[in-house]
């Protein structure tokens, strides 16, 4: 991959996919998909298209992530902790309108999203994922640079409220 030109986020979820199936069989070990993660979460748009399917997909890679994966995702730094930050916000804001509507199973499905986050940003640089989260904290309140990130989706106060306690929850963990 690294030949060629980033790929695309639609590239990066299919890409992706491949993999967590050949690693879920066996076919490919985690030092090698943690080299290949490693190249994809270098763009944008890769570590988009790697996180949607890595977070939200039934692959079980997310909630027993091996160790040189973990090495590789720190490494990456900025990117990954943003992303990751920004899913943690949006999942949580999705469990809570699944819940409303009653929709429990995907409620139940962006919960799952949210503790992968939370546990992933556990893993990523402590300083870097405490600055992250400060920001997104700070526009729960309606200050600072992810203001217009929320206001973007929609979300309402209650929503707003959820975000500050998961972003909280990660602080305190």
Same mark, same amino acid.
């Given at each position: 991959m690294s030949d060629t030109a980033a790929p695309s986020f639609q590239q990066a979820? /299919?890409?992706t996919a491949q993999w967590l !199936?050949? %690693?879920?069989? !066996?076919?490919?070990?985690?030092? *090698?998909?943690a080299d290949r993660v490693s190249e994809l979460v270098a763009s944008r748009d !890769?570590? #988009?298209g790697f996180f949607v399917i890595s977070l939200a997909g039934d692959s079980p890679l997310m909630d027993r992530l091996?160790?040189?994966l973990q090495v590789q995702l720190r490494a990456a730094g900025d990117g990954v902790v943003d992303l990751t930050c920004r899913n943690l916000a949006m999942s949580t804001?999705? &469990?809570? $309108? $699944?819940q409303r509507c009653g929709d429990a199973e995907q409620q139940g499905k962006s919960e799952r999203v949210t503790q992968r986050c939370h546990d992933l940003l556990q893993l990523? @640089?402590? /300083?870097? *994922?405490? &600055? #992250?989260? @400060?920001?997104?904290l700070d526009a729960t309140r309606g200050e600072g640079d992810d203001v /217009?990130?929320?206001? #973007? %989706?929609g979300y309402d106060d209650e929503q707003k409220a959820a975000i500050a306690a998961a972003v909280l929850g990660v602080a305190s963990a």
């Open positions: 979820m /299919e890409i !199936g050949l %690693w879920e069989q !066996g076919e490919l070990s985690d030092e *090698v998909l !890769g570590a #988009r091996p160790d040189p804001a999705m &469990a809570l $309108h $699944h990523l @640089e402590p /300083e870097d *994922v405490k &600055a #992250r989260l @400060e920001v997104l /217009e990130f929320l206001a #973007r %989706w």
